[in-house]
């Protein structure tokens, strides 16, 4: 698989780039990544990954695009309001990246079909906005053994999660083993706009490093994001003992 002389055109920006290059390149339009949730994470999310040129973008959503989601929610317009997202995503960005295999999943996902997904993909990014999801998806990660990049970001706040050895580093589960917790979410507790910004970007940075074989910053951490101060707190993650999730599935 080489590049077209439009692709070098393209992605020349990141063909300068030492820790990219035409290998580099190459290696990105053979992968694929599961993105979790179209909303104000998954938005940027999607934009720089099929922007990258990552060869397969899965986009798994059943909601609705409102008018409440424009200000933060960077890939739809007015003209996409009562549109599913994940078609909407998809036609906007086939039309920023024609070049790049996106498929639209507008249904809400199980844990079997989170599993039937997943296992398509090289990276499973949780970009969702409910703890139940966040636990389905890294269920499916874990058995798997998917590369995990999560994200969350509510009020002033943000959180930035990448597992890539569940052995060693745990899981989500074992960071949140309460399922029952209170679902605040951008809906329930609010959230400004550029904070999911924020979060999702680096979510995009730390995926292609991933998928570049870079070293990553954020495996094996949480990275706690405050936004009113600008200030990161970052915490290493270890694997729980009795977790019901990775230590019953490795």
């Known amino acids: 698989m080489s590049l077209s ?19 580099g390149q190459n290696l990105l339009k053979k992968k694929s990544v599961l ?24 986009l798994a959503d059943f909601d609705k695009v409102d ?4 200000p933060r929610q960077i890939l739809y317009g007015v003209e996409d309001i009562y549109s599913l997202k994940a078609e909407a995503a998809k ?78 580093q745990g899981c989500y589960a074992c960071l949140y083993p309460d399922q029952d917790l209170p679902n605040l979410n951008c809906k329930t507790a609010g959230v400004l706009a550029p904070i999911v910004g924020v979060i999702g970007c680096l979510q995009a940075l730390e995926t292609l490093k991933v998928l570049l074989n870079l070293p990553v910053s954020s495996a094996g951490k949480l990275m706690l994001f405050d936004g009113k101060n600008l200030t990161w707190q970052t915490l290493n993650l270890h694997r729980h003992a009795k977790c019901k999730i990775c230590c019953t599935n490795h």
């Open 5 to 23: 002389d439009q692709e070098f055109m393209r992605y020349s920006r990141q063909l300068l780039l030492q820790e990219c290059g035409i290998e």
């Open 35 to 58: 993105i979790v949730g179209l909303g104000g994470l998954g938005s940027p999310v999607a934009q720089y990954l099929v922007g990258s040129g990552i060869g397969k973008v899965y």
């Open 67 to 70: 008018i409440s989601n424009l």
């Open 91 to 168: 036609k906007r960005l086939n039309a920023t990246n024609p070049d790049i295999n996106v498929i639209a999943i507008p249904r809400k996902l199980d844990l079997t079909q989170l599993i039937y997904w997943a296992s398509k993909v090289d990276v499973v990014l949780d970009c969702s906005d409910n703890m139940e999801t966040r636990h389905q998806v890294n269920q499916a990660c874990v058995q798997l053994n998917k590369v995990l990049v999560s994200g969350s970001a509510i009020g002033l706040s943000g959180q930035l999660l990448t597992i890539t050895d569940y052995k060693e």
